[in-house]
């Protein structure tokens, strides 16, 4: 990996020189690019942040330009080592304790033409003036894309490392869901902080922190464990019910406000059914070529699986698109005190902001949560557990309640056929979408959302 030197912080800076920015890029677990070289590191903005420590840290935006594919722009924190050495400034607690306190106090640190800014939630201004002083820090290490902190046990601050224009759906929702309705079965947005100057972009979200909250997939794969092959029990068709309840306010609160363009649900027209089937076959392709590396014949089924995803473009255009949470799954909800809650708004992370921040049918979510509760089935028997009841029952389950919330709403196709229908393609977009993601990080899974491809009339298929 290379960099051409194109990296030149602006004058008043003191002696920290950014030309060993690629060095540090290329080690940093965030960075999504290291399988290809870098050709140039140009710096965007650049802000002082207020003075945490007794080396000055300083908050940059670069844009990366690489051989072979686009340019991307990324968020660095940079404190000044031996030698020239740049060190990551996120490493340091004190660094953190001061982002958190421009998002606390709604202030600005200002550099050049460059700012950063703060901004809290209203609502939030008491669980804000309660968290004062040097709060702890402690670090997550779950996220790759983004970096997430957890400040005194009691707030979550994210930030962002892939800076893309516009607004961040994670701020965007979080703060229409904060202020526009009444859904609350999601972890409390407390603020934000925006870099402005020639980005302009969300860097960071900050979040209540639910303690003594478990993970939606571990405390499901826990549950199949301690039930094995025995049916499964009525307590959990329950809790798995009320998931699919709390998905369904979800979505009727996201469509709940018609004099917000931004929000206001619109009617699924024809040329929408073909866009997205044309979208969906042309995924095809690519996927099974890609997978063709570890199953060579699979590559050979196209044809099949795309007049599976044509099928969408001849349904009955009915029900809305809204706005949706995007990437649901179980790794996106907690479950506390017979609760679910919802978190993580940001969108699937491989797709650009301007797809992320789209309007679509809220079968999509449904279909996300659907294909992870087969998967958690799926991830069961690779464990051991012999084959039972778990992954119809857990389906059904969770869809009697979302359908029994959002039925009748006017958000979903009318007729049977079309709502099946649409329903079988968007979970077909997300098999393919694991695939890709499996080949490429977890090769020994990627036999599960495979299995599901080739065999979709199995209930864990699409």
Same mark, same amino acid.
């Given at each position: 990996?290379?960099?051409?030197?194109?990296?030149?912080?602006?004058?008043?800076?003191?002696?920290?020189?950014?030309?060993?920015?690629?060095?540090?890029?290329?080690?940093?677990?965030?960075?999504?690019?290291?399988?290809?070289?870098?050709?140039?590191?140009?710096?965007?903005?650049?802000?002082?942040?207020?003075?945490?420590?007794?080396?000055?840290?300083?908050?940059?935006?670069?844009?990366?330009?690489?051989?072979?594919?686009?340019?991307?722009?990324?968020?660095?924190?940079?404190?000044?080592? #031996?030698? +020239?050495?740049? !060190?990551?400034?996120?490493?340091?607690?004190?660094? %953190?304790? @001061? $982002?958190?306190?421009? =998002?606390?106090?709604?202030?600005?640190?200002?550099?050049?033409?460059?700012?950063?800014?703060?901004?809290?939630?209203?609502?939030?201004?008491?669980?804000?003036?309660?968290?004062?002083?040097?709060?702890?820090?402690?670090?997550?290490?779950?996220?790759?894309?983004?970096?997430?902190?957890?400040?005194?046990?009691?707030?979550?601050?994210?930030?962002?490392?892939?800076?893309?224009?516009?607004?961040?759906?994670?701020? #965007?929702? +979080?703060?229409? !869901?904060?202020?526009?309705?009444?859904?609350?079965? %999601?972890? @409390? $947005?407390?603020?934000? =902080?925006?870099?402005?100057?020639?980005?302009?972009?969300?860097?960071?979200?900050?979040?209540?922190?639910?303690?003594?909250?478990?993970?939606?997939?571990?405390?499901?794969?826990?549950?199949?464990?301690?039930?094995?092959?025995?049916?499964?029990?009525?307590?959990?068709?329950?809790?798995?019910?009320?998931?699919?309840?709390?998905?369904?306010?979800?979505?009727?609160?996201?469509?709940?406000?018609?004099?917000?363009?931004?929000?206001?649900?619109?009617?699924?027209?024809?040329?929408?059914?073909?866009?997205?089937? @044309?979208?969906?076959?042309?995924?095809?392709?690519?996927?099974?070529?890609?997978?063709?590396?570890?199953?060579?014949?699979?590559?050979?089924?196209?044809?099949?699986?795309?007049?599976?995803?044509?099928?969408?473009?001849?349904?009955?255009?009915?029900?809305?698109?809204?706005?949706?949470?995007?990437?649901?799954?179980?790794?996106?909800?907690?479950?506390?005190?017979?609760?679910?809650?919802?978190?993580?708004?940001?969108?699937?992370?491989?797709?650009?902001?301007?797809?992320?921040?789209?309007?679509?049918?809220?079968?999509?979510?449904?279909?996300?949560?659907?294909?992870?509760?087969?998967?958690?089935?799926?991830?069961?028997?690779?464990?051991?557990?012999?084959?039972?009841?778990?992954?119809?029952?857990?389906?059904?389950?969770?869809?009697?309640?979302?359908?029994?919330?959002?039925?009748?709403?006017?958000?979903?196709?009318?007729?049977?056929?079309?709502?099946?229908?649409?329903?079988?393609?968007?979970?077909?977009?997300?098999?393919?979408?694991?695939?890709?993601?499996?080949?490429?990080?977890?090769?020994?899974?990627?036999?599960?959302?495979?299995?599901?491809?080739?065999?979709?009339?199995?209930?864990?298929?699409?």
């Amino acid at each position: 990996m290379t960099g051409t030197g194109e990296v030149n912080a602006a004058a008043g800076h003191g002696e920290l020189s950014l030309e060993r920015l690629p060095e540090l890029l290329a080690g940093q677990r965030w960075f999504g690019r290291k399988a290809f070289p870098i050709r140039a590191v140009r710096t965007v903005d650049v802000v002082r942040l207020p003075a945490p420590s007794e080396r000055e840290a300083l908050l940059v935006s670069v844009e990366v330009s690489f051989v072979g594919v686009p340019a991307e722009q990324y968020l660095v924190a940079v404190l000044p080592g #031996e030698q +020239g050495a740049l !060190l990551p400034a996120l490493e340091d607690d004190q660094v %953190v304790q @001061a $982002l958190f306190q421009l =998002l606390r106090e709604g202030s600005r640190a200002v550099t050049g033409g460059s700012q950063l800014r703060g901004e809290h939630v209203p609502g939030a201004e008491a669980a804000l003036a309660a968290l004062l002083g040097k709060l702890p820090v402690r670090r997550l290490s779950v996220e790759q894309s983004n970096s997430s902190f957890v400040l005194d046990e009691r707030v979550i601050l994210k930030v962002i490392r892939k800076l893309e224009p516009g607004p961040s759906p994670e701020h #965007e929702v +979080g703060l229409f !869901l904060a202020t526009r309705t009444s859904f609350r079965a %999601v972890p @409390a $947005l407390l603020g934000a =902080l925006f870099l402005e100057g020639q980005t302009q972009s969300t860097i960071a979200t900050a979040h209540e922190y639910v303690t003594g909250a478990a993970d939606g997939w571990r405390w499901l794969l826990d549950r199949y464990a301690q039930i094995g092959g025995a049916p499964l029990p009525e307590d959990l068709v329950t809790m798995l019910r009320d998931l699919g309840t709390c998905v369904g306010d979800l979505h009727l609160a996201l469509a709940s406000a018609p004099d917000d363009p931004v929000f206001a649900p619109e009617p699924i027209q024809q040329e929408d059914l073909q866009r997205w089937s @044309a979208g969906l076959v042309g995924e095809i392709g690519v996927t099974l070529a890609e997978a063709s590396k570890l199953f060579p014949d699979l590559f050979e089924r196209r044809g099949e699986v795309a007049k599976r995803a044509m099928r969408m473009a001849h349904l009955q255009p009915s029900g809305m698109k809204i706005r949706l949470h995007g990437d649901l799954h179980l790794g996106q909800v907690l479950f506390k005190d017979g609760r679910w809650l919802v978190f993580d708004f940001e969108g699937e992370p491989g797709r650009g902001l301007s797809q992320r921040r789209e309007k679509h049918s809220p079968l999509r979510d449904a279909a996300g949560m659907l294909r992870s509760l087969a998967y958690a089935a799926a991830k069961a028997e690779l464990d051991g557990a012999p084959r039972s009841d778990r992954v119809e029952r857990s389906r059904a389950a969770f869809l009697d309640g979302y359908l029994a919330r959002v039925q009748g709403s006017g958000l979903l196709p009318q007729r049977d056929e079309d709502l099946l229908g649409l329903l079988h393609a968007l979970e077909l977009e997300k098999v393919l979408y694991e695939i890709r993601y499996e080949v490429n990080n977890r090769p020994d899974w990627a036999s599960i959302p495979v299995s599901s491809l080739l065999n979709p009339g199995e209930p864990s298929g699409a």
